[in-house]
């Protein structure tokens, strides 16, 4: 086996174990990372992503064919791009990852295992769990009411002065696809407004890429109390609206949801952050 750079004009062998957004953004000639693996001339795993300026390396795409596992490929893959993160002077760089979905059984935990690097629980992380989840557990009860949250869709022309003044405050500074092209629904998003002060807020709506994702974004909060109750008036306005196999995505901005998600059934994280 052995490395290459993938370049616009190499691509079209290794399309089918890139995404498609990478493999068109390569093919634009984007400034893409982006690294082949091959035995005997076929082309059989691959990863691709991009540095930004902050030493943050996001692996956008990873694949390596199932029938080439466990030989060293990964390996070899992961090395590369580490002596091209080294060449570009990143120094310590964090290489983060999203699971795409191409695979059941995910690559990249057992191979930064295998390379002894381990994740930090530190940076952003993205959870995905079906609606379902919510309707069965104690944590957000069936008849739960605040007198201090409503919908966007119900604030009052006071409130929502109050709203568009405060909420960049609260904002958690996350990035990504999913946020950058995010839409909130205001029926389904909720704002905790007590004494003319902006406690904290939930946006829901789908993204606005091709899969219409449905993401839930919560404001930084103070008081995790806060969190919790906004959450608890998006399940009961869900309830009889949606059904329980419907998969949200929730991107935090640290751990903190670890420890309550980490008691719930059916919680995948897809976001991995490694110290590379």
Not at 21 to 43: C, F, H
Not at 66 to 78: A, E, S, V
Not at 101 to 126: C, K, Q, R, V, W
């Amino acid at each position: 086996m052995k490395v290459k750079m993938i370049t616009s004009k190499t691509r079209q062998f290794f399309e089918h174990l890139l995404a498609p957004d990478v493999y068109s953004r390569i093919g634009r000639g984007e400034p893409v990372t982006a690294i082949g693996l091959i035995e005997k001339n076929i082309p059989i795993g691959a990863v691709a992503g991009v540095l930004d300026d902050n030493d943050i390396f996001t692996v956008m795409s990873l694949y390596v064919d199932p029938d080439h596992r466990r030989k060293g490929g990964g390996r070899m893959l992961m090395d590369a791009l580490k002596t091209i993160l080294e060449k570009a002077g990143s120094g310590t760089a964090v290489l983060s990852y999203v699971e795409s979905g191409m695979d059941e059984d995910d690559p990249m935990p057992p191979f930064m295992e295998a390379l002894e690097i381990y994740e930090t629980s530190s940076l952003e992380h993205l959870y995905e769990m079906p609606l379902g989840t919510f309707f069965t557990t104690s944590l957000f009860p069936e008849n739960f009411k605040s007198r201090y949250i409503r919908s966007l869709s119900d604030l009052s022309p006071m409130e929502q002065k109050i709203f568009s003044a405060q909420r960049e405050a609260l904002n958690t500074n996350m990035t990504g696809t999913l946020l950058d092209s995010f839409k909130p629904d205001p029926d389904l998003s909720f704002a905790l407004i007590k004494d003319k002060t902006l406690s904290g807020y939930l946006l829901f709506g789908n993204d606005c890429g091709p899969m219409k994702i449905p993401v839930v974004n919560i404001s930084r909060v103070s008081d995790p109390k806060v969190a919790g109750a906004l959450f608890a008036a998006f399940i009961v306005a869900c309830r009889g609206r949606f059904s329980s196999d419907l998969k949200i995505v929730l991107p935090a901005p640290d751990d903190r949801y670890e420890r309550v998600f980490a008691r719930l059934r059916d919680v995948k994280k897809l976001q991995h952050n490694y110290i590379f």
